[in-house]
């Protein structure tokens, strides 16, 4: 359930009933798996609504595979199916999708979207939280994205909708969702990659509908402020300086950034700019540039904040270890946090001003078990060394 209230299920039927009030032509479905029983919501929802669905059997038998190895479905043309709806059993929730989602990537408008649906088959076991994180990745990689997922308490049944190509104004409108803010810290040392890095997060800020503050720690080695402005050329940004400090983030993050978020309501990602430190030929370079792609990809993809209806805090690269007084961080620190959760705690506090309490803060003051790995659980990985 997101923050107006709707279940998958009553987004996916405002959907439905949206598309089919704005269109002259009646909508075309497909469901995969999704069979008559009283319990089928996209079922019933087709037939309430004049929507003309055409039923598959569970195993996507009636795809094809042509010589060129695309796979096609001759009784649909590509691109004229308005919505696809799936049931899969958790035990062949990838294998199934896969085949799904190539189908769908050829079959769907722009616009339109996928609906999965996935329960156990039988006793559910350890795997699911594995299976549901390459089901994500494989929605990414097939140019997918998720807007609305629902996973039970007891996490043996998972719904998503999936939306492909441009969004149509209704899941804009049923999203909705809360407000998204941004905090930044960026200390623009001279020919470092912090240029590299803003131009990564500017590719990003529409994201955010709420206050965007960076920070910038200036000091001899270090481009000018108006260099940073002009690199993100974005009138809607607050910026605040301070001189460069041995602590480097950690300071500004508690002073700074943070108390400007503190009586907004909403979500706040964090971020900076990572690897400035590093000389352009130094060998770790590239591992670090590798790094902190994933870190922009992952935690800025549409889907993401959708987890902090559930946990108080969602990153990548989680690691479980002491450090500075909290037992697990994002290792490379950016993450997302519930604006209520974390301002409900003694935020301020910090185990000492050392450079590493900012990556160590956000594991300080949320239990692991609030915390979500959208990619990348480390164990004894060093992403300073390896790709990854």
Known sequence: MNENGLTVEEFFGHYVEYRSANSARQLQAVAVGCR??????????????????????????PLTCGPDGDVTMPAI?????????????????????????IFATQALRPGGIVYLRSMPSTAVDGTFHSRWGELRNLIHHAGLSIVEFHRSVDETEIMVVAS???????????????????LYHVYPRRESVWRWNVQ????????????????????????????????????????????????????PLIATLLPAVETEPGVTFYAHAKGVSYEQEDRRLPYVRAWVNNMYDFNLRPDAVRYLEIYETVGIYRKRMFLLGSTWHYSGNF?????????SRSWQHVYGKRRRGAEAYIGLHTPLEQSYCLYGELGKINLYEQFY
């Open 335 to 343: 993450f997302w946090f519930r604006n209520s959760a974390l301002f």
């Open 36 to 61: 008559d029983g009283g319990d089928r919501t996209f079922a019933r929802l087709c037939a309430s609504r004049n929507v003309n669905c055409m039923q598959l059997d569970g195993d996507l038998s």
């Open 77 to 101: 043309e590509d691109h004229t199916v308005d919505v696809i709806a799936c049931e899969v059993p958790h035990d062949r929730l990838c294998r199934g999708a896969v085949d799904l989602l």
């Open 164 to 182: 492909y190509g441009e969004q149509p104004s209704v899941i804009e409108e049923l999203q909705g969702g809360p407000r998204r803010h941004l």
């Open 200 to 251: 990564k997060m500017k590719k990003r800020l529409s994201l955010f509908n709420g206050r965007k503050v960076v920070h910038v720690a200036l000091d001899d080695t270090t481009d000018s402020l108006e260099a940073v402005q002009k690199e993100f050329d974005d009138a809607t940004i607050h910026y605040e300086t301070s001189p460069n400090s041995y602590n480097g983030e950690t300071t």
